[in-house]
C-alpha cells in the first residue's frame, strides 16, 4: 500500500469515525466479492448466460415482465437461475459496514439497486434498508390487477433449469399464499418496461429511508459510502450525490472502473478499488 493511498485510506478513516451518521449506497459491484456477476456490458451478461447470447438477449430486453406471459418458463429460467445464484453468503465487507453502523448515534441506511437481499442476510434491519429495484427474495402475482399481494419467496421452493436453453422445468411459482385459484407468479422486482410492478414494500422502505434522511442534520457530518455504483443504471449515483450536496456529507466512493467525483463535491474520496478490498483497507486504520 502506497503513501497515497494510506493517506487516502486514513482520511476516509477519519471521516467515518467524526460522523454521527452513515448512508451506505451500493450498486451491483457490491456484490461481486460475495461470488455475484455484476453484468457490465452485453460480454459480461452473456458470460453468465451463454443461451442467451445465442439469441442476441441484452440484460434490458431479459429482465423484461413481457417474457411471464410469453414464456414464463424462460422467464423463470432466467430469474430462478439468479434466485439460486444470490443465495451465496454476503462477503465480509458487509459486517465492516454493520460494525461502523453500530458506533453511529443516528445509525445508518442503506440504498442499494440490488435485488439479491444481502443487506438483510448480513444482519441488516429490514427497516434500515431501502430496495429502489425491489428484491428478487419476494414474490408478485404477473398479473398484479387481480391481487397486488407481495408475499415471501418460499424457502423449500428450488428450481431446475436446463442449461442449453435457461428453461425452468416443473411447476413455476404461483401465489399468492392461501388463494382459491393460485396463479402465476413473477419476483417482485421492478423490470424494464415494468407496468405491473407492485411497489407497496418498496413505498414502505422509501419512507423509513426519507424520514431518517429529514432527521439528519450538517452537524451530524453524515458520511456517504458508495460501493460498485456504475453509470449504466445511474440511480444509486445520483442518490450519493445528491444526498452529499443537500446534507454537506463527505462522499466515498468505490469503483474499479468509474471512481469520478464532481468537482462540486470537494469533500469526497475517490478509490478506484473493490468493496471488499477498499472496506478493509479502511477499517484496518480505523
Same mark, same amino acid.
Given at each position: 500500500?502506497?503513501?497515497?493511498?494510506?493517506?487516502?485510506?486514513?482520511?476516509?478513516?477519519?471521516?467515518?469515525?467524526?460522523?454521527k451518521?452513515?448512508?451506505?449506497?451500493?450498486?451491483?459491484?457490491?456484490?461481486?466479492?460475495?461470488?455475484?456477476?455484476?453484468?457490465?456490458?452485453?460480454?459480461?451478461?452473456?458470460?453468465?448466460?451463454?443461451?442467451?447470447?445465442?439469441?442476441?438477449?441484452?440484460?434490458?430486453?431479459?429482465?423484461?415482465?413481457?417474457w411471464?406471459?410469453?414464456?414464463?418458463?424462460?422467464?423463470?429460467?432466467?430469474?430462478?437461475?439468479?434466485?439460486?445464484?444470490?443465495?451465496?453468503?454476503?462477503?465480509?465487507?458487509?459486517?465492516?459496514?454493520?460494525?461502523?453502523? /453500530?458506533?453511529?448515534?443516528?445509525?445508518?441506511?442503506?440504498? #442499494? %439497486?440490488?435485488?439479491?437481499?444481502?443487506?438483510? &442476510? !448480513?444482519?441488516?434491519?429490514?427497516?434500515?434498508?431501502?430496495?429502489?429495484?425491489?428484491?428478487?427474495?419476494?414474490?408478485?402475482l404477473?398479473?398484479?390487477?387481480?391481487?397486488?399481494?407481495?408475499?415471501?419467496?418460499?424457502?423449500?421452493?428450488?428450481?431446475?433449469?436446463?442449461?442449453?436453453?435457461?428453461h425452468?422445468?416443473?411447476?413455476?411459482?404461483?401465489?399468492?399464499?392461501?388463494?382459491?385459484e393460485?396463479?402465476?407468479a413473477?419476483?417482485?422486482?421492478?423490470?424494464?418496461?415494468?407496468?405491473?410492478?407492485?411497489?407497496?414494500?418498496?413505498?414502505?422502505?422509501?419512507k423509513?429511508?426519507?424520514?431518517?434522511?429529514?432527521?439528519?442534520?450538517?452537524?451530524?457530518?453524515?458520511?456517504?459510502?458508495?460501493?460498485? /455504483?456504475?453509470?449504466?443504471?445511474?440511480?444509486?449515483?445520483? #442518490? %450519493?450525490?445528491?444526498?452529499?450536496?443537500?446534507? &454537506? !456529507?463527505?462522499?466515498?466512493?468505490?469503483?474499479?472502473?468509474?471512481?469520478?467525483?464532481?468537482?462540486?463535491?470537494?469533500?469526497?474520496?475517490?478509490?478506484?478499488?473493490?468493496?471488499?478490498?477498499?472496506?478493509?483497507?479502511?477499517?484496518?486504520?480505523?
Amino acid at each position: 500500500m502506497s503513501a497515497v493511498h494510506k493517506d487516502m485510506f486514513m482520511k476516509a478513516a477519519e471521516a467515518i469515525r467524526n460522523s454521527k451518521a452513515i448512508l451506505v449506497t451500493a450498486g451491483a459491484g457490491m456484490s461481486v466479492d460475495s461470488g455475484l456477476p455484476d453484468f457490465r456490458g452485453p460480454e459480461g451478461f452473456w458470460k453468465a448466460y451463454p443461451p442467451l447470447k445465442k439469441r442476441g438477449l441484452k440484460l434490458p430486453e431479459m429482465s423484461n415482465p413481457d417474457w411471464f406471459e410469453r414464456d414464463p418458463h424462460f422467464a423463470w429460467g432466467f430469474f430462478g437461475h439468479r434466485y439460486t445464484m444470490y443465495s451465496s453468503k454476503p462477503h465480509d465487507g458487509f459486517q465492516i459496514l454493520r460494525k461502523w453502523a /453500530a458506533q453511529k448515534p443516528k445509525g445508518a441506511f442503506v440504498f #442499494t %439497486s440490488n435485488v439479491d437481499g444481502h443487506f438483510q &442476510k !448480513a444482519g441488516f434491519s429490514e427497516e434500515s434498508v431501502f430496495e429502489c429495484h425491489g428484491s428478487i427474495n419476494y414474490l408478485q402475482l404477473v398479473d398484479s390487477s387481480r391481487d397486488e399481494q407481495i408475499w415471501r419467496f418460499p424457502a423449500e421452493y428450488k428450481f431446475v433449469i436446463r442449461d442449453e436453453d435457461l428453461h425452468a422445468e416443473g411447476p413455476l411459482p404461483q401465489g399468492p399464499p392461501g388463494a382459491d385459484e393460485a396463479r402465476l407468479a413473477r419476483p417482485n422486482i421492478l423490470m424494464f418496461g415494468d407496468w405491473g410492478y407492485v411497489g407497496s414494500r418498496q413505498e414502505v422502505q422509501g419512507k423509513s429511508y426519507h424520514q431518517w434522511l429529514y432527521n439528519i442534520r450538517a452537524e451530524d457530518r453524515l458520511v456517504v459510502i458508495e460501493i460498485g /455504483a456504475g453509470t449504466f443504471v445511474p440511480t444509486v449515483r445520483w #442518490t %450519493s450525490e445528491s444526498v452529499a450536496k443537500s446534507k &454537506k !456529507a463527505t462522499l466515498i466512493r468505490i469503483n474499479p472502473r468509474e471512481p469520478d467525483i464532481p468537482k462540486a463535491l470537494k469533500e469526497s474520496h475517490a478509490f478506484p478499488m473493490g468493496g471488499l478490498e477498499c472496506l478493509n483497507q479502511i477499517d484496518s486504520v480505523m
